[in-house]
């Protein structure tokens, strides 16, 4: 079956359509016509010298894949669906030893070990501190004067203290996280002039921190995350090294996703006024999971074959590399109710902003759901009459659905 809908050459991962918009009625034509697609990529322009890749929109193929590490594999080509033309192959087998971007055994091994800092105790613990933290950053906002950026002034904020709190990171420490992480994710945007070489340099530098933290504790251990992960690495914990690759993975996973979901729900709320106010007056449980199925941070993943297979009536082969578009999936008709509509008392919502299932399901989603909660119920009693003084401003990036700016304004 064709889909004569979308134009010869249209790449869901373009980084300059995605700095405007997240391609949902594209989405919406594929799920119905040819929900896995071949798109075709020319002139090496994602980094993995190929001709380019299968997209998977709808929400069951998406599971389906995400379910099925011993058929499509996070390893062979790491998670991350368009680096560019421009990066060394030895630079994306390097990425391999990030947690993101491993396979069973060893991402099992791994997973074990870091999860025991995600216990549903260890994140309760952190409610109280967080909640005040979240007061904290509202009422340093509330006291701009005019407009001021809502992604540098709140949504970023929070993700960062809870990171820090979690691992022990000196509070005062927590900005260059800030500023390494989105070196590292943020080389498709002119606007940064981060080259591929930054990024990595700035990677280097959150291993090297978290490798330092490290080695501390080994020596002086303390009653925190680092400790239980690394102090007694002979009885199956971390080394120094695999510690650092956490950070690393924990500076992306915990801090960009989060923050572009609250800055994405902010967005929402202000351009649904009907929604803010329901939000406002009842606080109902469902709010975070419906942010995160509408913002859906990450708007893509992938997988390779290991073998040949057959998807949507497709016939995959070995080695080819397989899209996984979450975006797409959460807005599966199919699965959810007038999915583009934002409904923060949607429930069920079994959207996969978290990712679809399977071992790579979002180890920190526990957290996200607080921090958002906590973030929304401080605006929403110190800032009620919030409201936007311009248009976001997006991130240039293939597969992170990203906001650098949004103006808003108490007065």
Same mark, same amino acid.
């Given at each position: 079956m064709t889909c004569p809908a979308l134009p010869d050459g249209f790449d869901l991962t373009d980084p300059d359509m995605l700095q405007q918009r997240?391609?949902?009625?594209?989405?919406?034509?594929?799920?119905?016509?040819?929900? =896995?697609?071949?798109?075709?990529?020319?002139?090496?322009?994602?980094?993995?010298?190929?001709?380019?890749?299968?997209?998977?929109?709808?929400?069951?193929?998406?599971?389906f894949v995400s379910t099925h590490p011993e058929l499509f594999s996070s390893m062979l080509n790491t998670a991350i669906i368009r680096f560019n033309e421009h990066i060394e192959r030895d630079a994306i087998d390097a990425q391999r030893l990030i947690i993101l971007n491993m396979d069973p055994?060893?991402?099992t091994r791994v997973r074990q070990?870091?999860?025991?800092?995600?216990?549903?105790?260890?994140?309760?613990?952190?409610?109280?501190?967080?909640? #005040?933290? #979240?007061?904290?950053?509202?009422q340093s906002a509330l006291a701009q004067e005019g407009s001021f950026d809502f992604v540098t002034q709140v949504a970023c904020e929070l993700p960062l203290q809870a990171i820090a709190e979690l691992i022990g990171i000196?509070?005062?420490?927590?900005?260059?996280?800030?500023?390494?992480? %989105?070196?590292?994710?943020?080389?498709?945007?002119?606007?940064?002039?981060?080259?591929?070489?930054?990024?990595?340099?700035?990677?280097?530098?959150?291993?090297?921190?978290?490798?330092?933290?490290?080695?501390?504790?080994?020596?002086?251990? #303390?009653?925190?995350i680092v400790t239980t992960l690394v102090a007694a690495e002979d009885e199956g914990n971390l080394g120094s090294d695999e510690f650092g690759?956490?950070?690393?993975?924990?500076?992306?996973?915990? %801090?960009?996703?989060?923050?572009?979901?609250?800055?994405?729900?902010?967005?929402?709320?202000?351009?649904?006024?009907?929604?803010?106010?329901?939000?406002k007056r009842e606080r109902p449980a469902?709010?975070?999971?419906?942010?995160?199925?509408?913002?859906?941070?990450?708007?893509?993943?992938?997988?390779?074959?290991?073998?040949?297979?057959?998807?949507?009536?497709?016939?995959?082969?070995q080695g080819d590399r397989v899209g996984i578009f979450y975006a797409s999936a959460n807005h599966d008709p199919y699965v959810f109710e007038n999915p583009d509509t934002f409904d923060i008392t949607r429930d069920p919502n079994p959207h996969l902003g978290f990712g679809g299932g399977g071992p790579h399901f979002c180890l920190g989603k526990s957290?996200?759901?607080?921090?958002?909660?906590?973030?929304?119920?401080?605006?929403?009693?110190?800032?009620?009459?919030?409201?936007?003084?311009?248009?976001?401003?997006?991130?240039?990036?293939?597969?992170?659905?990203? =906001?650098?700016?949004?103006q808003v304004s108490v007065g």
């Amino acid at each position: 079956m064709t889909c004569p809908a979308l134009p010869d050459g249209f790449d869901l991962t373009d980084p300059d359509m995605l700095q405007q918009r997240v391609p949902l009625p594209e989405f919406a034509e594929l799920r119905r016509t040819e929900p =896995v697609r071949w798109i075709a990529q020319s002139d090496n322009v994602a980094g993995f010298q190929d001709e380019g890749y299968w997209a998977v929109t709808r929400h069951e193929d998406v599971k389906f894949v995400s379910t099925h590490p011993e058929l499509f594999s996070s390893m062979l080509n790491t998670a991350i669906i368009r680096f560019n033309e421009h990066i060394e192959r030895d630079a994306i087998d390097a990425q391999r030893l990030i947690i993101l971007n491993m396979d069973p055994p060893e991402h099992t091994r791994v997973r074990q070990i870091v999860q025991r800092g995600f216990t549903p105790r260890s994140i309760r613990a952190l409610e109280d501190t967080l909640r #005040a933290r #979240a007061q904290g950053i509202v009422q340093s906002a509330l006291a701009q004067e005019g407009s001021f950026d809502f992604v540098t002034q709140v949504a970023c904020e929070l993700p960062l203290q809870a990171i820090a709190e979690l691992i022990g990171i000196p509070q005062e420490d927590r900005l260059k996280i800030f500023e390494w992480s %989105n070196r590292m994710i943020s080389y498709d945007d002119p606007e940064y002039a981060i080259t591929e070489e930054v990024g990595q340099e700035a990677a280097m530098e959150v291993i090297a921190y978290a490798m330092n933290m490290a080695a501390d504790r080994k020596k002086c251990p #303390a009653k925190d995350i680092v400790t239980t992960l690394v102090a007694a690495e002979d009885e199956g914990n971390l080394g120094s090294d695999e510690f650092g690759m956490f950070v690393l993975a924990l500076a992306v996973a915990g %801090n960009e996703t989060t923050r572009n979901a609250i800055s994405h729900g902010m967005h929402a709320f202000l351009t649904h006024p009907d929604q803010w106010e329901l939000f406002k007056r009842e606080r109902p449980a469902t709010t975070a999971e419906e942010i995160v199925r509408w913002a859906t941070p990450v708007v893509s993943f992938q997988r390779t074959a290991t073998q040949d297979t057959e998807l949507g009536g497709k016939k995959i082969k070995q080695g080819d590399r397989v899209g996984i578009f979450y975006a797409s999936a959460n807005h599966d008709p199919y699965v959810f109710e007038n999915p583009d509509t934002f409904d923060i008392t949607r429930d069920p919502n079994p959207h996969l902003g978290f990712g679809g299932g399977g071992p790579h399901f979002c180890l920190g989603k526990s957290l996200a759901v607080m921090e958002i909660n906590l973030i929304f119920n401080a605006i929403a009693d110190a800032m009620p009459g919030l409201h936007l003084t311009g248009d976001p401003r997006r991130l240039r990036s293939a597969w992170i659905n990203g =906001v650098k700016e949004l103006q808003v304004s108490v007065g």
